[in-house]
């Protein structure tokens, strides 16, 4: 099969990758970019474990067609610290214990991203909601809730 | 070795109950940490699993020429591949189960693997497999399998523990029986008696990271395997005997492991990538899909029950009969055990028959689950003893406070409790508002508690002080959820330096001495007294070396806050800094290695009640508030024991309320996906309130209990008992899906 040459811009750089037209963008990013940070939990839309940023809007990257990120600009949880400046959401994380095992964290750190960006000041339900689609297994959530709460004040305040 | 002696539980702690940030967690949250599936290696080749469609069938011929001319094809293995199964019956069944032989036992039995070039490539290759089968009846639950005409799995398989030996063979694997006292008498005592039967569903454990594991056989004939596993030197000792192999051929090294809850603590792939790597002579990894997680991994047992308990007005239970027979999946090895001495262990019992009976089923062979069978068995007591408190009038709470099993008391599966703190999860329960908060219609409250035995087993722990005043701290212990905070936080404790200090690592099975599996909610407790137990010897060291400085006997200094100093105070103190820093004058590496087979396991208790609201229009239920309390003996991370409390009760709820695996009538499972597959997600609950009791365990230097499990415990009785009160009667399948409860208020009687 013919490989299909992508370009986008990926955590800021723009990088050029090479793919076959009927693999996920998930399976493009771990192992084509190397970006393993971006996880795998089903490749069926259901855990939001590869949750991605795709144009600034939240995406499941094992629902989307590699080439369709061609000219895209993809945020994944490897590009969410500033350098060694960790982003508000990971600071909270760990200060708040919102991890267990951490399989699921990079999909929630952007999952609340997402919803932080369009809605600085969610209520509790909000939360849980924009957040229904990433799976936990560990923590009951409770955790994960309250950090991204603490996370959404710390950046009211700055 | 008297870890009692150094107890002082009521000491105050300068780390021991903090909450610093978890070392590992920076990994964690930029996307760095590996987890089983992350490793690249040069030349890497993907490997994929061929499956029985069917349930039951044997299997005629396999041909793979097709499969191995195929391009990018690099290996294909067959249960021909690896040696007949052999040793003692439970390695046998891992053997077969690992690669199906003469017969695939359920849908998603392994066939044969692929190795090729690209996960494309394998996944076509598996296609051009032709597999002939001879489809044969199947049984999918215990009635069926028990049933005298049943078709039997294993024609060897006669029930263990009958007298006399059946001389036919059955699905029945084992019988086990705990009785005290007299039944009879003890029933007609009692001025109450319930008896109600139950059924529960398959649940899988719904770890969010599929297995994974890559390996790299050498020509030497050694092979090194990274994997996600609750404990890499079992995944050793599995996959050599599967291999027939000296375990020392393999070298296994730890992935970050995304989630296990006791389903991580057996194998699947690691035998299948070590002989494909070993075909193909080049590294091979293979990661499940999620529905082969469902299909073939770990779910824990269905089960049918029957309860029957008897009291007396005031309260007293003077009877209890139970009887239980839990699905085991393909091969003998249900959580029934577990279950029977769990079942009535919270509570003061003289007349009591326990009888259970471990059936084998055409299903995925079960694994642990969080507090293996305790959740099943305590369903069915904790719902009737809900009814019979009601009967006899009494709170909930105090009814079991009357009945509740404290220090000194005979526990049902034989032994007489330690010090143990069920009580006083009772009474955290009826001291938080949760317990009084308004109902409203259609609401209703459920309580529920709930006993885990823990583990001990065995650990070894190192610990190597840095010449910077830093130490590691080094243990075999994969870190489940926050079990390198644990570790840091007691080397610190011991130490007395900052648990910024001390970096913790999980190293791999030829570097550090042996570990057993992170299970049965022992780390804390039995890796973290190893850690405690070789800070003590560094310690010890240290205090020689500052007395050897000082010309003294090393009995004449003392070790506080992180110094040694005389304890006639005649020389100013000297800090574990400056001592590491001189270790080549005073006597070399300052390094300790502590390894025990851990004792005085502490038992632990869980009370939990929930709120809840049931739409009679729907049947669906919503869940207001939920409050647990549990006896962690000591936190030594308080956020991360909430965290288990949480989680615990977060798997409970889905398993009260939605899981279930549903199979079609030829044995195969309709639902291998999270879509249909429904774990509670964060819109399904509320915030779980929890409360830490500390009933320090006095065989641990620090008091811990294990804390994972018997959360999971009391949650299906709480929330069935909840539904019950809400919906004003009472359902006893599980899940209480909104159908099932719909179905109830449409078709009661009243
Ligand atoms: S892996 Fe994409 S949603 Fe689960
Ligand atoms: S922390 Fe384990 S799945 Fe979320």
Redesign the pocket.
């Known amino acids: 099969m013919t490989k299909i040459h992508v370009t986008s811009e990926i955590n800021g750089d723009e990088v050029e990758f090479l793919t076959e037209p009927n693999v996920s963008l998930l399976n493009a990013l771990r192992d084509e970019v190397g970006l393993t940070g971006v996880k795998e939990g089903c490749g069926t839309g259901d855990c939001g474990a590869c949750s991605v940023l795709l144009n600034d809007e939240l995406n499941a990257a094992c629902l989307v067609f590699a080439p369709e990120a061609d000219g895209a600009e993809i945020l994944t949880v490897e590009g969410l610290s500033d350098g060694d400046h960790l982003h508000p959401l990971q600071q909270c994380f760990l200060e708040g214990a919102a ?7 990079p999909g929630f750190l952007v999952a609340a991203k997402a919803l932080l960006d369009k809605n600085p000041d969610p209520t509790e339900t909000e939360i849980r909601y924009a957040l229904a689609g990433n ?5 009951g959530y409770d955790k994960i809730i309250r950090a991204v709460q603490d996370a959404a004040a710390q950046m009211q305040e700055a | 070795m008297a870890l009692a002696e150094d107890t002082n539980p009521m000491q105050g702690f300068k780390w021991v109950g903090s909450r610093p940030i978890r070392p590992d967690g920076f990994d964690k949250v930029t996307g760095r940490a590996k987890f089983g599936a992350d490793l690249v290696l040069p030349g890497m080749l993907t490997g994929a699993v061929l499956r029985s469609p069917h349930a039951h069938a044997e299997i005629v011929s396999i041909d793979t020429s097709d499969a191995e001319a195929m391009p990018g094809v690099k290996s294909v293995v067959t249960g021909a591949d690896f040696p007949e199964p052999y040793g003692k019956p439970a390695e046998q069944d891992v053997q077969r189960n690992v690669m199906a032989r003469e017969k695939a036992l359920y849908e998603g039995h392994v066939i044969a693997a692929v190795a090729a070039l690209t996960r494309e490539q394998a996944r076509a290759a598996l296609g051009a497999i032709k597999v002939t089968y001879k489809v044969l009846p199947h049984v999918m639950n215990v009635t069926e399998a028990m049933a005298d005409s049943a078709v039997v799995i294993h024609d060897n398989m006669i029930t263990k523990n009958v007298d006399p030996a059946p001389e036919a063979p059955s699905n029945v694997a084992s019988r086990t029986v705990f009785d005290g006292g007299e039944l009879d008498k003890g029933f007609a005592e009692a001025d109450v008696v319930v008896e109600r039967e139950f059924t529960t569903k398959p649940v899988h454990q719904g ?2 990271e599929p297995h994974a594991a890559v390996a790299d056989t050498t020509p030497d004939g050694r092979s090194t395997v990274w994997c996600s596993s609750q404990g890499h030197f079992a995944m050793r000792t599995y996959t050599s005997n599967v291999l027939g192999w000296d375990a020392s051929r393999l070298k296994v090294i730890p992935a970050e492991i ?2 296990g809850f006791g389903g991580k603590t057996v194998i699947y792939l690691e035998p299948l990538a070590v002989r494909l790597s070993q075909k193909a002579g080049r590294p091979v990894r293979i990661v499940m899909d999620r529905d082969e997680v469902f299909r073939a991994s770990g779910p824990t047992s269905g089960a049918s029950l029957r309860v029957k308990i008897g009291a007396k007005n005031d309260g007293t239970i003077t009877a209890a009969d139970v009887w239980m027979a839990f699905e085991a999946g393909a091969f003998a090895g249900s959580p029934v055990g577990a279950a029977s001495m769990t079942a009535l262990a919270p509570y003061k019992l003289e007349n009591f028959k326990i009888e259970g009976f471990d059936v084998v089923v055409n299903k995925p062979k079960v694994a642990a689950y969080r507090a293996p069978g305790a959740p099943i068995s305590s369903f069915g007591v904790e719902s009737v003893l809900d009814e019979v408190a009601t009967k006899v009038g009494m709170d909930p709470i105090d009814f079991r406070m009357h009945n509740a099993v404290e220090q000194g008391d005979t526990a049902t599966y034989g032994p007489k409790f330690p010090v143990i703190g069920f009580k006083e999860t009772l009474q955290a329960i009826k001291d938080h508002p949760n317990y009084t908060a308004e109902l409203g219609p259609n609401q209703g409250r459920g309580v529920a508690s709930g006993f885990w035995f823990n583990a001990g087993m065995n650990s070894t722990a190192t610990v190597n002080i840095n010449d910077d005043g830093t130490a590691t701290v080094v243990t075999g212990s994969p870190d489940i959820g926050g079990s390198r905070a644990s570790m840091a936080l007691m080397a610190a404790e011991e130490l007395g330096i900052d648990v910024v200090s001390i970096k913790p690592v999980v190293a791999d099975t030829e570097t550090v001495g042996f570990n057993d599996v992170t299970g049965g909610s022992r780390v804390t407790l039995a890796t973290g007294a190893a850690v405690v137990e070789a800070c003590r010897i560094i310690v010890a060291d240290l205090k020689a070396r500052a007395a050897k400085g000082w010309d003294i006997e090393a009995d004449q200094v003392e070790w506080v806050d992180g110094r040694a100093q005389p304890i006639d105070g005649s020389q100013p103190a000297v800090s574990l800094a400056e001592l590491a820093k001189n270790w080549g004058r005073t006597g070399g590496p300052i390094s300790a290695t502590y390894s025990h087979n851990a004792r005085g396991v502490g038992a632990a208790f869980s009370t939990q009640v929930c709120d809840l609201e049931v739409d009679p229009d729907t049947g669906r239920v919503t869940v207001l508030r939920y409050l647990t309390a549990q006896d962690a003996g000591r936190a030594i991370h308080p956020s991360y024991v909430e965290g288990q409390l949480q989680g615990g009760v977060a798997q409970g709820i889905g398993w009260a309320l939605n899981e279930e695996y549903i199979h079609n009538d030829d044995g195969v499972m309709e639902n291998p996906g999270f879509l249909d597959y429904r774990i509670p997600v964060a819109s399904d609950l509320p915030m779980i309130d929890t409360v830490i009791v500390e009933v320090p365990n006095p065989a641990h230097p620090y008091g811990v209990r294990g804390v994972g499990e018997v959360g999971i415990v009391p949650p299906l009785a709480a929330v069935a008992n909840a539904v019950a009160a809400a919906a004003d009667r009472r359902i006893t399948d599980l899940p209480l899906s909104p159908v099932r409860i719909l179905d109830a208020i449409l078709n009661s009687e009243d």
Request: include cysteine; proline fraction near 0%.
């Open positions: 991890l267990q095992c951490g399989i699921c964290t799976l936990c297994r560990c923590t | 770890y969010i995304g989630g």
